[in-house]
């Protein structure tokens, strides 16, 4: 019984999950749930390497001034 009651105020990145989701043939649920630790695959640390590095790389494109 170690379920946390602490919400999480975290903004996702929709675009990133729903490629991973759709890499993994997961729901984007149960890929957040991987991310945050919630879920303890071995792939776990793989899905969230993949999903900080998509989320970085959207980011730069978003927000690069040379457009």
Not at 34 to 60: H, S, V, W
Request: aromatic share 8%; with cysteine; proline share 1%.
């Amino acid at each position: 019984m170690d379920k946390s009651n602490k919400k999480s105020n975290e903004n996702w990145n929709t675009s990133a999950l729903n490629a991973l989701a759709t890499k993994y043939s997961f729901t984007s649920r149960y890929i957040k749930q991987c991310i945050t630790g919630e879920r303890t695959p071995i792939f776990a640390d793989r899905i969230k390497a993949e999903y900080l590095e998509l989320k970085k790389n959207l980011n730069n494109l978003l927000n690069n001034d040379k457009l």
